[in-house]
């Protein structure tokens, strides 16, 4: 099948300084670790938005002919765009929004490898060094905005939702809007995209001027969840781990739409920090929140935690079914306490400092085959422990679902191999399963193979 597809030459604006010849000659370089070619399929991935495809394997093969390179000018710079996907244009001009998202590629891409992962002040082996390259990521890209009280609500959920339950996230963005939040999510489509169109809505009868659409994402996923041309900050961080730590250090409440895999790796991660003894007493508002036909999911997840991590994982947070100003009602009522105990403590309010992270929750986690056998799945360890190896198996399943080189380990050797406690195993089959058969692991209209197996 033929694509459409367009060439065309776009300049930044106002989004990225002028760069040296040395930052050219780096990007460009393809034999240095592979650069180009990370920059040229993270810009594939934001130009192909709105096409329908969650597939990162799949995207590759289609415009194997794209090509993205730098034009140098005195002037500044100029990005020389080759066989683009047509979706990202009208009347063969580029979309302002993904013009935007593809410099913010090109300058995170840039940063992290010039700045963060060559740069020997930041040690990515400790707590606080990946916390601190976290920061400068995120400062770097302008997300840190001081003297601003907390607003921003991060909200996650799934890239492949029903039609009732998307109508449902622009409702609580909506409302959230109205009381003046600001928005964060995963920056793709279903529940990522949903809350953002709902708070501008708010946001425009509330005259609040401009809106903060924040988008934080990763290479591996970027693919799956290609930025939603509403996000109007976007940043990519190196990991899942790091762009996981940056959804909680920079919000200040969560709400948790109905999702899949990758929704359920978020929870576990939240709740297991959350449930580290340091973190006992700071407020951090979290809300599961769907329609009343996602009831059952969300009992489901209720039940999975309570299996899994116990009733003190469950105090966390709450359910809300049904009720978009409720939840927003409770959120504002949260940050509230968010920013009375930050004042209190002299943390800042705009990067949760006081947030003890254990790094379990730090570590990259390569979903390899045997690693994803080796997970420790059993209750013979601190609870926020299992969390952190629950979160793994979770990732590992998003990776073989829709990350180009999970599905190619897949292809080559097979499932992933998931074992452990029967009770865990037992509890996990029957998410996993719940998620399959109700159509959350892909985009609708897309048959799925499971990339794992349970073994109990």
């Known amino acids: 099948m033929t694509y459409q597809v367009i060439d065309t030459q776009i300049a930044p604006d106002g989004r990225l300084e002028v760069l040296s010849k040395a930052e050219i000659a780096k990007l460009l370089d393809t034999s240095h670790g592979g650069l180009y070619q990370l920059f040229r399929s993270c810009s594939l991935a934001v130009l192909n938005c709105g096409s329908g495809l969650d597939d990162g394997k799949e995207l590759l093969e289609r415009y194997k002919s794209f090509e993205i390179s730098i034009v140098q000018r005195e002037r500044g710079i100029k990005l020389d765009v080759k066989a683009a996907p047509a979706n990202a244009f009208v009347d063969g001009v580029m979309i302002k929004g993904i013009q935007e998202h593809l410099f913010a590629v090109l300058r995170d891409i840039l940063f992290l490898h010039g700045e963060i992962e060559d740069n020997p002040k930041f040690d990515l082996n400790t707590t606080e060094g990946v916390s601190d390259a976290v920061f400068h990521i995120l400062r770097n890209a302008n997300l840190l905005q001081p003297q601003v009280n907390p607003n921003l609500v991060v909200c996650w959920g799934g890239h492949s939702i029903s039609g009732v339950e998307y109508d449902y996230t622009k409702q609580v963005g909506y409302h959230l809007g109205l009381r003046g939040m600001d928005i964060c999510t995963g920056c793709g489509p279903g529940a990522m995209k949903g809350p953002m169109k709902g708070a501008t809505i708010g946001h425009a009868k509330q005259r609040l001027g401009r809106g903060r659409y924040l988008g934080i994402t990763e290479p591996g996923?970027?693919?799956?969840?290609?930025?939603?041309?509403?996000?109007?900050?976007?940043?990519?961080?190196?990991?899942?781990?790091?762009?996981?730590?940056?959804?909680?250090?920079?919000?200040?409440?969560?709400?948790?739409?109905?999702?899949?895999?990758?929704?359920?790796?978020?929870?576990?991660?939240?709740?297991?920090?959350?449930?580290?003894?340091?973190?006992?007493?700071?407020?951090?508002?979290?809300?599961?929140?769907?329609?009343?036909?996602?009831?059952?999911?969300?009992?489901?997840?209720?039940?999975?935690?309570?299996?899994?991590?116990?009733?003190?994982?469950?105090?966390?947070?709450?359910?809300?079914?049904?009720?978009?100003?409720?939840?927003?009602?409770?959120?504002?009522?949260?940050?509230?306490?968010?920013?009375?105990?930050?004042?209190?403590?002299?943390?800042?309010?705009y990067f949760n400092w006081l947030l003890k992270i254990d790094p379990e929750f730090q570590k990259p986690f390569d979903p390899t085959h045997e690693n994803m056998r080796n997970l420790e799945l059993h209750k013979n360890q601190e609870t926020h422990l299992l969390a952190a190896n629950l979160r793994r198996a979770f990732s590992g399943v998003v990776a073989g679902n829709v990350k180009d080189q999970g599905i190619r380990a897949i292809e080559k050797y097979g499932h992933f191999e998931i074992t452990g406690d029967i009770a865990i195993m037992e509890a996990m089959d029957a998410l996993l399963s719940s998620f399959v058969a109700h159509n959350r692991m892909k985009l609708p209209g897309k048959a799925y193979t499971p990339c794992y197996r349970v073994i109990k």
């Open 221 to 349: 996923i970027i693919a799956a969840e290609a930025p939603n041309p509403i996000v109007n900050d976007l940043v990519i961080l190196p990991d899942i781990e790091k762009r996981l730590e940056a959804f909680v250090r920079i919000g200040h409440a969560i709400v948790v739409f109905p999702g899949g895999a990758g929704t359920a790796e978020e929870i576990l991660y939240l709740l297991g920090i959350l449930l580290h003894p340091d973190n006992q007493d700071l407020p951090f508002p979290l809300i599961f929140t769907g329609p009343e036909s996602a009831k059952d999911y969300f009992l489901q997840i209720d039940q999975f935690i309570g299996e899994t991590l116990g009733a003190q994982a469950q105090q966390r947070y709450q359910i809300i079914v049904n009720d978009p100003a409720l939840v927003a009602q409770e959120i504002l009522a949260g940050i509230k306490k968010v920013r009375d105990f930050r004042k209190a403590k002299g943390d800042a309010y």
